[in-house]
Nanobody, 126 residues
Framework: QLQLVESGGDSVQAGGSLRLSCAATGYTASTYCMGWFRQTQGKEREAVAAIRGGATTTTRYIDSVKGRFTISKDSAKNILSLQMNNLEPEDTGMYYC??????????????????WGQGTQVTVSS
């Protein structure tokens, strides 16, 4: 059973940076599919970035965070990270780490993800 625990959420001013971490325990594999999602009150949970690891690593981002966010995974420590720079008030939300076992490419499909963390809050003020 895979368990995911996020950390790193905080309150920052616009233009600031945060680094979110997601510690994964209970499952290790040479290939993996993981992602970061965010949710604000009254809105559906949306994908922000996704990563597929294996012989090669591929990533995918939504347009609004391209060039500002970087998703990465430290396979030795089994930690997924999301480096967020030049934060905007629109980035405010609860951020969730998610994972599932096998994919051919990084995916934004929420229903594909089997494992979820409890979330970490990011608040960006203008």
């Amino acid at each position: 059973q895979l368990q995911l625990v996020e950390s790193g959420g905080d309150s920052v001013q616009a233009g600031g940076s945060l680094r979110l971490s997601c510690a994964a325990t209970g499952y290790t594999a040479s290939t993996y599919c993981m992602g970061w999602f965010r949710q604000t009150q009254g809105k559906e949970r949306e994908a922000v970035a996704a990563i597929r690891g294996g012989a090669t690593t591929t990533t995918r981002y939504i347009d609004s965070v391209k060039g500002r966010f970087t998703i990465s995974k430290d396979s030795a420590k089994n930690i997924l990270s999301l480096q967020m720079n030049n934060l905007e008030p629109e980035d405010t939300g609860m951020y969730y780490c998610a994972a599932f076992a096998s994919c051919s490419a990084p995916t934004f499909g929420r229903d594909r993800y089997r494992y979820w963390g409890q979330g970490t809050q990011v608040t960006v003020s203008s």
